[in-house]
């Protein structure tokens, strides 16, 4: 065989799947494998016309019969449609055949890279889906943690100064503190240099039991008994003695008032044919053709808005005393009282608040059920407003609004311009020309939440807990100024507080805690809270928190569970309205209910007379001489 021959073959095959049966493809296929393992294959360029391909196959020498067999095999099953000699591949193809195999494994290279690039992604990916979720796990392990503490551990959030190891020493530790040179105390100047707090003394009996009527039961000695038993002298009264005293309740109880009005006739002028008639004069109902008087409204307000009794026990209560009084009824009573008598009294108050330089407010939500463009499920909102700490008398005040727009406060505290102490509500953005004070008992709230459950074992203090201690640390330093004039006050909290806000800035720059954990809310709030914390430094009536506002809160709450909604708007401003009286009355050391039966008692002649509403303010004289408690318990 010649040299020419020795080259082997260009085969030209267009494969056709009609030309062949399903048996004869086995062939084919086996054929082809063996000219693969053989290594007779050498390449297969792509023609890219359906599937006609060019096969080259190199033939050795010995070998040409058994491969011409298996040539003419595959040409049978798939026919060929050119074939001829291969000659040895020019300079110039064969160039161009390297460069086609650097491209394709340049190809595959890329094809490589591109996976692992993929792969990396991919993994990238992975690692950050598992981090998210172990962060999501913790989350909500820290909530069941938080949800665990509301329901079985204390409501107080006072913390002892033992609960966490050097609670209170972030700026007081040993080894700053100490001074070799300082000699030992001797015994007695030790006791003597201690200044133990006075305790708050208990109230005495008669301060007790100062405010009540006194009755006295008198027990005498029988008329038979009343001679000497010895010589049978009547005996005479030598003193009188106090055994013991005891408290009697009078239960309520309704009586059926009836005016009787006297009616004078002459009778002169009868017979003269002339009726002249004079009637007694008799005092102004209430309500027009209502059995309520001052004392029945007085009492059911007082129940509703003291006592927290809501309208439908009241209904029942009223029945055991063998009246039927319907709770539509009493709702009527006192929506009608509270707008028409009550109303003029707390719009006074509102203006004497505005004139006030300290004001705290807060909000809480409510739910009306009658209420236009909402539906019964919708929330609404109480807000709070109340007088600082200025050596005035105290105000608190309710206001009903259907939201929380921050509008609503703008509007109730126009015309105030002086420190507004609140929470981190946005809302009170709003208000201009006011100096804003942050809360830090809303702050230090944000890191309690925060704190780490039991479970944890290290021993190294959380960010949760060093923030806690910068919260307490300064509560502690207020309560040792609690008694101080506001001058002093304000010297001694510039002289301590401003290093410890210094220093908590700055720790607080360090901490990084995870998104959507509850140490990421504290750092969050106490980060947007800082231009806001440190002003109640700018004068000592200020507060470092807005425990007034949660206290103005706290009635209404309790209220609120009883008697679950409002069912008007009418209904809501009424209360809101009663709440303020109420509480103003109480923090002004009055009887409530003699309070509320005194206006109700003096507004039907003052409702067209406003100058005479200041008279029925809690301060006022005629007030504290009417209704003030005289207990100092």
Excluded at 7 to 15: A, D, E, P, S
Aim: net charge neutral; charged share 25%; aromatic share 10%.
């Amino acid at each position: 065989m010649g040299p020419e021959e020795r080259c082997g073959w260009v085969i030209h095959m267009r494969m056709e799947p009609s030309g062949y049966q399903e048996d004869n493809s086995s062939h084919f296929l086996r054929g082809f494998v063996s000219l693969w393992k053989a290594q007779r294959f050498l390449w297969m360029p792509p023609c890219g016309n359906g599937m006609f391909s060019t096969f080259r196959f190199r033939q050795n020498d010995g070998a040409g019969t058994a491969e011409n067999s298996l040539f003419r095999r595959i040409s049978g099953i798939i026919g060929i449609s050119e074939k001829k000699r291969w000659f040895p591949m020019p300079q110039s193809e064969m160039e161009a055949l390297i460069q086609l195999q650097k491209e394709t494994i340049e190809s595959l290279r890329q094809l490589v890279d591109s996976q692992r690039l993929t792969i990396e992604q991919m993994a990238k990916s992975h690692e950050e889906q598992t981090a998210q979720l172990n962060q999501t796990i913790a989350n909500l392990n820290e909530t069941v943690e938080y949800l665990k503490k509301k329901l079985f551990a204390s409501s107080s959030e006072k913390t002892k100064k033992d609960a966490f190891p050097g609670q209170l020493d972030l700026f007081n530790e040993a080894e700053a503190a100490a001074d070799p040179s300082v000699p030992e105390p001797t015994l007695e100047e030790a006791v003597g240099g201690y200044e133990r707090k006075a305790r708050k003394q208990k109230a005495t009996r008669e301060e007790i039991l100062a405010g009540l009527p006194v009755v006295e039961v008198p027990c005498t000695v029988p008329d038979e008994d009343r001679n000497c038993p010895y010589c049978n002298t009547p005996m005479e009264v030598i003193g009188k003695k106090v055994v013991r005293e005891e408290l009697r309740i009078i239960p309520a109880k309704v009586e059926r008032i009836q005016y009787v009005q006297e009616v004078l006739g002459c009778p002169e002028c009868k017979k003269d044919g002339a009726s002249v008639i004079v009637g007694a004069e008799t005092p102004s109902p209430l309500l027009k053709h209502s059995l309520a008087s001052v004392s029945t409204v007085a009492y059911v307000m007082y129940q509703k808005y003291v006592n927290s009794i809501p309208l439908y026990r009241q209904e029942a209560d009223w029945k055991q005393l063998g009246v039927k009084l319907s709770r539509a009824t009493l709702a009527n009573w006192v929506i009608k009282c509270g707008i028409d008598y009550m109303e003029p009294v707390y719009e006074y108050l509102h203006q004497c608040l505005l004139e006030r330089d300290i004001i705290h407010a807060d909000e809480t939500p409510c739910q009306v059920l009658k209420e236009d463009g909402k539906t019964a499920q919708s929330r609404s909102y109480m807000w709070l407003y109340g007088s600082g700490n200025d050596e005035l008398p105290p105000i608190r005040l309710y206001d009903y609004q259907p939201s929380r727009g921050g509008y609503h406060a703008e509007e109730f505290l126009k015309g105030f311009s002086g420190y507004l102490i609140c929470d981190g509500f946005s809302g009170y953005n709003k208000l201009k020309g006011v100096i804003r004070c942050g809360c830090l008992a809303h702050m230090r709230r944000y890191w309690n939440e925060a704190l780490p459950g039991k479970s944890r074992k290290s021993s190294d203090k959380t960010p949760a807990e060093i923030g806690l201690d910068y919260c307490n640390q300064l509560f502690e330093l207020e309560k040792e100024y609690a008694d101080l004039d506001a001058d002093t006050r304000k010297a001694k909290r510039l002289e301590t507080e401003p290093a410890i806000w210094e220093a908590y800035w700055s720790w607080l720059e360090t901490v990084n805690p995870a998104g959507g954990s509850r140490l990421a809310k504290a750092v969050t709030y106490a980060k947007n809270q800082k231009p806001y914390m440190e002003n109640y430094l700018l004068d000592g009536r200020c507060s470092i928190s807005n425990n007034i506002a949660e206290n103005i809160a706290r009635p209404y709450a309790v209220g609120r569970k009883n008697f679950l909604f409002h069912d008007t708007v009418k209904g809501a401003r009424a209360s809101a309205v009663i709440y303020s009286l109420v509480e103003t009355a109480k923090l002004n050391n009055l009887n409530i209910y003699a309070y509320l039966e005194t206006v109700l008692l003096y507004m039907p002649d003052y409702k067209n007379e406003p100058e005479g509403i200041e008279e029925l303010m809690p301060w006022s004289e005629m007030i504290q001489q009417r209704c003030q408690i005289k207990s100092k318990s």
